[in-house]
């Protein structure tokens, strides 16, 4: 690896998101860090706890609003493609970086899906924020293991694994590559003289 890459002066992105692109990351990655730790909280309460429900409703809610934003997302970027990558990164970078990338998308896609399968085929009420409920399945015991396994046994740790990924390959950028990657992600910054 080139050293002259690590520590050199901050490159200026070739290109950004959309300013839509830019906001549906950072509303869905303040969405993820309500959900997760809700969840972490609502699984630990005592079944009897007063406000277990309503962190469930909260919880769900959450999650199905994840997967309408992340369709919009992936509607969105259909007609506006990711800008490209800055030439100093490797091969493996891009590689990494798109594999990530799309895996984020399907476990953001995959996790609500799975939890509502778990909840609308294993017989518990789904309520949109307590404005509707969504729509049941037939109950099937079958169907609400499997989702239990890829939601809470499988899913979860996946999560957790992209999300340290994502920042970690964040900080990467920022601090040692200075490479202008996450500029990508933000609104374009001008200087007021």
Known sequence: ????????????PRGRYTLTAQ??????????????????????????????SLLFTLHKSIGLTIVMIVAVRLAWRAKHPAPPFGARLSGWEKGTALV??????????????SGYLLDATGGYPI??????????LSKSPAVASAA???????????VYSLILLHAAATVWHV?????????????????NS
């Not at 690896?1 to 200026?12: F, I, Q």
């Not at 990530?100 to 899906?113: A, E, K, N, Q, T």
């Not at 396994?149 to 740790?157: A, N, S, T």
Request: hydrophobic share 55%; aromatic share 12%.
């Open 127 to 136: 309520s949109y924020f307590g404005l509707f409920s969504v729509p049941a």
């Open 100 to 113: 990530s990338h799309w895996m984020l998308y399907v476990v953001l896609i995959g996790m609500p899906v």
């Open 148 to 158: 239990t396994w890829v939601h809470v046994v499988v899913g979860q740790w996946v």
């Open 1 to 12: 690896m080139d050293s002259n890459l690590w520590l050199s002066p901050v490159v200026k």
């Open 23 to 52: 906001a549906l990351h950072w509303i869905t990655a303040t969405l993820m860090f309500i959900v997760l730790p809700v969840a972490w909280v609502m699984m630990n309460m005592p079944e009897t706890a007063p406000r277990r």
């Open 175 to 191: 601090s040692l590559r200075r490479d202008g990657v996450l500029d990508r992600m933000l609104p374009e910054q001008t200087e």
